[in-house]
């Protein structure tokens, strides 16, 4: 079985890189998806979603220089499922 995600929306904020204890970088975006309808009598509606994506090794300090808030991104990866109930992490 193969999973994969696409995800294309903008930087809400400047990438945060840190390092592991043992040397290894990460670097955590906060990317925003935005999608806008009007429904069938004339009302408009919007919905943003909030993605949390993290970046390993070489990709981790990669990034770091090209992106910066407000910045248009395609990320493409998989998603953690939570380990209590198999599905996607959700924080409300």
Do not use: C, H
């Not at 990438?15 to 906060?30: A, F, I, K």
């Amino acid at each position: 079985m193969y999973q994969k995600i696409i995800i294309v929306g903008n930087l809400g904020r400047d990438p945060e890189m840190r390092y592991t204890p043992d040397g290894t970088p990460v670097t955590n975006l906060s990317v925003a998806t935005s999608r806008k309808w009007t429904s069938p009598d004339g009302t408009p509606g919007e919905e943003t979603i909030w993605f949390r994506v993290t970046a390993w090794r070489r990709l981790a300090e990669t990034a770091v220089p090209y992106l910066s808030k407000g910045r248009q991104v395609l990320v493409e990866g998989r998603l953690k499922p939570d380990p209590q109930t198999g599905g996607p992490r959700v924080w409300t």
